[in-house]
Each structure stands twice: as structure tokens, then as C-alpha cells.
């Protein structure tokens, strides 16, 4: 994985990361910030998200599977004692459009449209449908990324903010929530 940073209280850090970094975003569980060199990169930071965490380590497993974010470095955070904060280093995606989405899912599965009215419409695919995407998939990471969202399928969570576009590629940047 990576380097354990010193210890210190984690609102300082993270009050610290704002005052120096750029802060690109926040969600529920993590905070995005500009890498302070690379315009290319971003730093993400996330606390207490077992699930993401998992999802971190799946990408870092299958780096050249085109839905999912590339993960260049993981690192443990040693704030306040906690061994549960972790900085993500990935290059910078841009935010995806409903149309993109549409495009990118339009084809994915002809034999099943609901599948792709699902992903374009950013709803909720049913366990059965994961199914038999997984079942039925030619394409190795498709194959791939829906066995992992199928075995996850109790914490997904496709909201609009968590499909990203690397290129002309939507990706699937943080598709699970550890909490209910």
C-alpha cells in the first residue's frame, strides 16, 4: 500500500489540506483536493468507508479495466490514531453528463435495454439484472466491473456525482457507500 503520514488530529489535517490545496469536492465520506503539483492528479481523502476502501483496492487490481478510476497510490493516514484515513492519488476526471451516460450505455447490453435504461437513468439495476449482466457480458471489463457491483450489490450507490468521464470513457468513480 503505502507510507504512514504522522499522526495528528484530523480536522486539523483536513483544515490544513483545504488552507494549502484546492478542494475540488466533498461527498459524505471523503473530500477531493487539487494535487498540489500534478494538475493532472487529485487527492482524495476518506475516512471510516471499509466499502470504498475495497472498491479502492479492486481498482488498483484491474488498473486497465476501462469503467473503473486508475489508482496511482494508497496511502494510510495516521490522524488522531485513527488507522481508518486513507488519501487516494488518481488522475483528475471530469464530471459526466447525462448524455454521456446515455451514449456510453446505450449499447452496453442490446439484449437487455432495461439494463441500459437503468445506467442512463442512473437508477438502481435490480440483483437479477446484475446477474445477468454478469452472465451475459462479451466485453472482459464489463464482465469484471459487474461481478464486483453484484457482490457489492447491498452498499451500491449510482448516485450523478459518482460517474466521471476520463476521455470519452464514463467511469464508475466511487459507485458504493459503506453507510445506510
Not at 488530529?9 to 498540489?36: I, K
Not at 451514449?103 to 437508477?123: C, D, I, T
Request: hydrophobic share 40%.
Amino acid at each position: 500500500m503505502g507510507q504512514v503520514l504522522t499522526a495528528e488530529d484530523l480536522s486539523s489535517y483536513t483544515g490544513r489540506l483545504v488552507q494549502q490545496l484546492h478542494l475540488l469536492g466533498e461527498g459524505s465520506f471523503a473530500q477531493v483536493f487539487q494535487h498540489p503539483t500534478d494538475p493532472n492528479m487529485v487527492v482524495k481523502v476518506f475516512a471510516d468507508d471499509p466499502v470504498y476502501l475495497q472498491y479502492v483496492n479492486f481498482c488498483q487490481r484491474n488498473p486497465n479495466n476501462r469503467w473503473l478510476p486508475k489508482v496511482m497510490e494508497l496511502h494510510r493516514l495516521d490522524i488522531d490514531g485513527r488507522d481508518d484515513v486513507w488519501a487516494v492519488f488518481m488522475p483528475r476526471l471530469r464530471h459526466a453528463t447525462q448524455a454521456q451516460v446515455n451514449q456510453a450505455f446505450a449499447g452496453l447490453v442490446p439484449w437487455l435495454p432495461e439494463v441500459n435504461k437503468a445506467f442512463s437513468e442512473r437508477k438502481r439495476l435490480s440483483f437479477p439484472q446484475w446477474r445477468i449482466l454478469v452472465r451475459m457480458a462479451d466485453d472482459p471489463d464489463t464482465k469484471t466491473m459487474a461481478t464486483w457491483m453484484w457482490r457489492h450489490f447491498n452498499r451500491l450507490d449510482l448516485l450523478r456525482q459518482n460517474f466521471m468521464m476520463r476521455d470519452d470513457q464514463v467511469v464508475f468513480n466511487d459507485p458504493v457507500a459503506s453507510k445506510e
